[in-house]
């Protein structure tokens, strides 16, 4: 029920040192660290002789050393020492996940690490670009499946009902939904022109007169989100390319499916304003933790519902286009990976030393 | 397992007020609200589109909002508005419950709204008679299912070793149970002519010589239970009807499944003796608190022991008359609803506005 | 998955007493209490009638009254009364287990006590010999699976790695391991010549200069072991047999599976310097809580990778000879008891009153 061959991130850069740190997603665990020469490595956390995890041993240099009995692992999963005997059976060694970093974020390629592509890694010109203002955010813990967190990310219509004080109102409650699709990313768009400014804009922007406002939900399969998200004072009359004239801000959600019900949504921000100003950033921060446990309330309980028996199929409406287009997506991707098999390595992914 | 075509109590009338509240009974969530008519309604807590819980959207005047994406619900269960479009498609409903007030209790009727039949309703007429006082008392919340429950209520024998302290005593330990069933209703009851008074009745009838005491246990198919329980001074030879000469108690029961293993136990009183008299009433509920905690843990212990593996078959005594013939009354009411059909509405219960 | 007709330890011999206590053991629970004759006895924790433990009832003398309808046993599992009726039919009674107190513990037959065999209760002279000090420790709670613990019993080789700084150190990492088997007693050994003491032979011993150290893995089929282990000067050149000419401890461990997932392991020690010295044997007892809390935190975080999915068979070292056997063993007596049908008492094991 996961796509394995995709990018999802384990953490911001700062989360990851020497210590050795046990990480888990699409259900499997993995044993992080970085190693002396600054790389961030994966492996599988789970010694092939009695299983206990890796990250209940230690580091040795750049190895480690199960807890248990002492087998030790290089960091392409090889065994390099088993106490009380001199030969290594070629059973004797631990999966390894590909890993980068890239813009203070690290990403695992989950599935075979021979198919590890790197032209796949999301990215955009604005977190590297200093008329932008980029700051991390928390990780949101959500006891939710990813695809209904992902789906919620694709879903305009929700803000007015769930963000009321916030990142919507009532203005646009009843504003048709855009939703296009180029390649692996997917687009659910909206504007509301000339109507009082959403609380978000208010305290940030500073607008006290009508305003254009635009929602722009990209996602990026199978799930990072890019909000791209403003408001220009009415007057201006900026047409849909001139987002950047008015404040505008993208909200980056990083979704990682943990296991079926856990999903862990790491969020950041970009603006083009108050740009090096912490203070800005901090009272953002705080915004969006009020909107995003809005969300997490609903999700949550969302979640419980659909594990009941269900008696009746749920029903579609017009606003759905985005989240419809997006489960479709998903299946076929699932399904390629099903007959191509990609999932699963064949063969150990190191040379045996 | 539950028999739908009944009356069961989803509190008192005081519980319910202008806010959306949760209420789960027989496995299935509802949500109930006054209107602004005054009346009680229960529709289906569950919004038909992402089934996200209605009682976490909001009151639009005596309709219901979801707190989703806004489809909005009259109090007949039909939708009134989808936010983005308007058609309403004819599964946008949601089910309602039949609910009735009645001596200050709500009782919702949870089988298909055309066979809610009010002469089935529990009444009785001290419940308004001003030479009785009633008085609410708790919710008992036990981890156990409601049949275990309601045959201890129909029980006479277990008082002596449950409540040695309190509504029994060892005078009655080996005192036969008579057995009786008339229409929907079963009685168990046993004298204990002659014998000390027991606690409850020394503490509030302040009886000091020998008392004649009286326990009848009259249990509503399938799981309201009214205890009328008193003693007379001995020497006062009162026949079996005169028990209103004697101080005389109605405890009442109104038990209401949530679900499989978690049963809600509403307990009220009504006495022919210090009416009016609050200090008196707060005592009681003192009194029942100890005693009905004495219940609830037999009775989660033996939940807890029924989901054990059990290698050989209960044994059944003389004393579980009453038992026996309620759960084989049970047995013949859940059959004819099978067999009758009459547990699910066949289409939606409402008219399409 | 257990092995019935064995002896296992219910508790010390000062943790009965009077009251009514339930034990649970192979996933059966028992009532246990010591008579006015001063006999522990255990019965079957559940009434034949309404499943209710007897251990929520109450001693009437010697026997048990249950505390919801009175049923009383004695402590043969004879029902020696109904209140309410005159005849006892012959399903009225619980089980028994047989019970043997010796050394100040506890021991219970699990299988049909017509099979009870004293001639195999755990014993050794040590435990009774005034050049001994025996001292009895904690019950330390483990959240895994007995045969896991018992592993790690029989088991010299995770010593180095789990327990650096109390029982083990580097020097005994690639020192190899011999097995050897007596009867139902299997022992792994093995001897560190000329080495630095660890850590608590540091402490409690006061070696300075280098030692022999040694360590004999007994475990008694199923589930109790002694660990034999030592230290003397290396100078002195003690042979194998003279082991008593060091300082020598004896570390015992009675493993009782309470269910599938949870074991109790009841340690003791016996030693053979500081005899009487209670201040001695509070610091080994703190020294040994903190090396079996290092073997409760790898044996849990075991539990619960076994308990994943699993894509890959565990693979087998040199090391795990003694495992190994111990496994073969428990499979043999498991299938014995499958074979001969030992496990379930045929008739009710009292003799009708």
Chains 1, 2, 3 share one sequence.
Not at 4 to 10: E, G, L
Not at 25 to 39: A, I, K, P, Q
Not at 122 to 139: T, V
Not at 247 to 271: C, G, K, Q, S
């Amino acid at each position: 029920m996961f796509i394995k061959n995709a990018w999802y991130v384990a953490g911001w850069s700062s989360e990851f040192g020497d210590e050795l740190r046990r990480v888990t997603m699409l259900n499997e665990h993995l044993v992080m660290y970085r190693t002396s020469s600054g790389d961030v490595v994966a492996l599988e956390d789970r010694c092939p002789h009695r299983l206990l995890p890796l990250s209940k041993g230690k580091r040795m240099g750049d190895d480690i050393q199960c807890g248990y009995h002492g087998m030790t692992f290089n960091c392409s999963g090889a065994c390099v020492r088993i106490p009380g005997q001199d030969n290594v059976p070629s059973t004797a060694y631990v999966n390894t996940f590909t890993v980068v970093e890239r813009n203070q974020i690290v990403f695992v390629w989950m599935g075979d690490p021979c198919h590890a592509d790197e032209s796949k890694l999301f990215d955009m010109p604005e977190l590297s670009d200093a008329n932008w203002h980029a700051h991390q955010g928390d990780a949101l813990h959500l006891q939710a499946n990813y695809l209904n967190v992902a789906e919620n990310l694709v879903d305009p219509a929700h803000v007015s009902f769930v963000h009321p004080t916030t990142l919507g109102n009532a203005a646009s409650e009843n504003v048709p939904v855009h939703v296009d699709t180029k390649g692996d990313v997917l687009v659910a768009w909206r504007w509301i022109r000339d109507a009082e400014a959403v609380g978000f804009f208010k305290k940030f922007g500073g607008f006290t007169s009508n305003v254009d406002r635009w929602h722009y939900y990209y996602l990026h399969l199978p799930s990072i989100a890019v909000i791209d998200f403003g408001s220009a004072d009415t007057t201006a009359k900026i047409a849909e390319k001139e987002r950047d004239k008015g404040v505008r801000i993208f909200a980056l959600h990083f979704l990682t499916p943990v296991n079926e019900h856990y999903t862990i949504d790491r969020w950041m921000h970009i603006r083009n304003a108050a740009i090096g100003d912490d203070t800005a950033s901090e009272q953002m921060d705080a915004m969006f933790r009020i909107a995003f446990n809005e969300d997490k309330e609903i999700l949550e309980a969302i979640e419980e519902q659909e594990r009941l028996p269900q008696k009746r199929k749920p029903i579609r409406l017009a606003i759905d286009k985005g989240p419809a287009v997006y489960r479709r997506r998903i299946r076929d991707l699932l399904e390629q990976e099903t007959t191509e098999d990609l999932g699963e390595p064949l063969h150990p992914t190191f040379v045996h030393h």
